[in-house]
């Protein structure tokens, strides 16, 4: 089981000793054009999770393949670019663009932008066209049946999801006003969790794709958790705010917490979970 | 960053109250105290994100951080003892630039903060001025004996005379009055912060004219390179 970093949780120029510490480092979201992000303030704390809006602040994919790319090659760590858009053309631009990188995160659920993105498998499908590399399709699980989406994305040629992106939500202040400037944002964290292990195990089951999966990760056994629900992957994402040193501290933790749990790897704990659909019932 | 490991653990030494706000000792352990006005990210204990906070006092042997509280994060550091362990990283940021003439200490509030440290670091002989909301706030006075202190509604800015270079924390109303009074000044901001070292994008300001990480840029700016684009800690 890989530790990466969930796309926007870390900027491996501003920090490269703790992107070294990843399996393979995820970039933030690149747009086509440059986008200055959301006004502050940008984030809030919440009853076991966080909100964000930071809105896709990036540089463009101009600058980014001219500029930030070729310094990433540099830290030794695999790379993943998250690439974003409006439109499948631009998803698929940004793909053809990208070579010598480990994996391409197709972003398709950022909660913080308003534009209305075409439907995930196009996405996917025009993407698919125009790259070799790896595609993973990072879906959101406030779909009604992410599983569904999972099926259209494998379909449309993706070669593993993400799951899952932040929530929408909001956070009021003491005077009952939005503490985000936008309004609304991102949920992450702990709160995460229950969610996404249940989106991991339903497209699990749906796909068999490999899956990286994030979403209030704070502890190896979090991890283990996902690797039961039928993760290959995971990324750690709001732990890394308060803890740099997660990624070595999870997976040390991951270790203990397969003796714990009698595996020999994490990948061994996914036979003792399935679908939380077709276990845990009762026979009549 | 100094760091690319885990938050150190560090004991309580103690702590006292300093008017409404708190005095919070930390023993250093392997920590350094960094330049005045650069922070570290202090664990709140049971809750999900750590804090900000510039550096007070360098005791020997310890760190000490002024709490003003004012959420749950901020109220659970009030209630350390000594003894409790909380995570601790830093020093983070830029802090105030010491290599100046005729330096002038003005704070606001919790902005006095930072300066107890400074002035320690500058020789302790410059002048301060404070400015607090009420008698009982001003009661934090007490860590820079000898500063000039008025209350509001006497603004701080008014005792600003000409001809200092100005070192200066505190709300952000104060800070804009102070860039416009002097526009050499060194200002201590503050914003939102989930973690400190660039991460998390949250803590951007308007500086040099664009939308900028103020852990990395800052804390402390010079007066000519911020906006308007300033959000005070929620």
């Not at chain 1, 929408?168 to 003491?174: M, P």
């Not at chain 2, 938050?7 to 008017?19: F, N």
């Amino acid at each position: 089981m890989r530790i990466l970093n969930a796309s926007g949780c870390l900027d491996a120029l501003a920090a490269p000793d703790i992107a070294r510490q990843l399996d393979a480092f995820v970039t933030k979201t690149v747009t086509p054009l440059p986008r200055e992000g959301s006004a502050p303030p940008r984030i809030a704390e919440t009853a076991s999770g966080m909100l964000n809006a930071i809105g896709l602040a990036n540089p463009g994919r101009d600058r980014f393949l001219a500029e930030h790319l070729p310094r990433l090659g540099e830290l030794g760590v695999p790379v993943w670019v998250s690439v974003g858009g409006f439109c499948a053309d631009d998803y698929a631009e940004t793909c053809s663009r990208l070579s010598d990188i480990e994996a391409i995160e197709l972003n398709l659920s950022c909660p913080n932008v308003d534009e209305a993105a075409d439907s995930a498998a196009e996405i996917v499908a025009a993407c698919r066209a125009a790259t070799d590399l790896p595609l993973y399709a990072k879906l959101s699980a406030a779909h009604p049946d992410v599983a569904e989406v999972a099926r259209a994305v494998a379909a449309a040629g993706a070669d593993g999801l993400s799951l899952i992106n932040t929530l929408r939500a909001t956070a009021l202040d003491r005077e009952l006003r939005p503490v985000l400037a936008r309004g609304s944002g991102g949920l992450s964290g702990p709160a995460l969790k229950p969610i996404a292990l249940h989106a991991v195990s339903v497209c699990h089951e749906a796909t068999g794709l490999p899956i990286v999966g994030m979403g209030g990760v704070q502890s190896g056994r979090d991890a283990l958790e996902f690797a039961a629900c039928g993760a290959h992957d995971v990324a750690l994402g709001t732990v890394l705010f308060a803890d740099p040193g997660a990624p070595v501290r999870v997976r040390a933790e991951l270790a203990t917490a397969c003796v714990d749990a009698g595996v020999a790897k994490p990948e061994d704990a996914g036979s003792l979970a399935k679908s939380p659909e077709t276990v845990r019932k009762v026979p009549a | 960053m100094q760091s690319s490991g885990s938050p150190s653990r560090l004991s309580v030494t103690g702590s006292e109250l300093v008017g409404p706000y708190t005095l919070l000792r930390l023993e250093r352990g392997d920590l350094e105290p960094g330049m005045p006005g650069q922070f570290f990210m202090l664990e709140a204990p049971g809750r999900l994100l750590p804090r900000p906070f510039s550096l007070c006092l360098a005791p020997p042997g310890e760190l000490a951080f002024l709490v003003d509280p004012i959420g749950p994060g901020t109220e659970a550091l009030c209630r350390l003892q000594a003894g409790d362990e909380i995570g601790v990283l830093g020093p983070l940021g830029h802090g105030y630039r010491l290599d100046v003439e005729r330096p002038l200490l003005v704070g606001g509030g919790i902005g006095i903060a930072p300066l107890p440290y400074l002035a320690e670091r500058l020789g302790g002989a410059s002048p301060v001025v404070l400015g607090f909301r009420s008698a009982e706030y001003a009661e934090a006075a007490a860590l820079l004996p000898g500063a000039e202190v008025v209350i509001d509604p006497v603004l701080v800015t008014e005792l600003i005379e000409p001809g200092f270079d100005v070192f200066a924390c505190g709300p952000e109303p104060m800070l804009h009055a102070v860039a416009a009074l002097c526009p050499t000044a060194q200002l201590g901001w503050e914003a939102p912060m989930a973690c400190g070292y660039g991460a998390c994008y949250g803590c951007v300001v308007e500086i040099d004219g664009a939308l900028k990480r103020l852990c990395l840029e800052g804390p402390v700016l010079d007066a000519d390179r911020v906006g308007a684009h300033v959000e005070a800690v929620a």
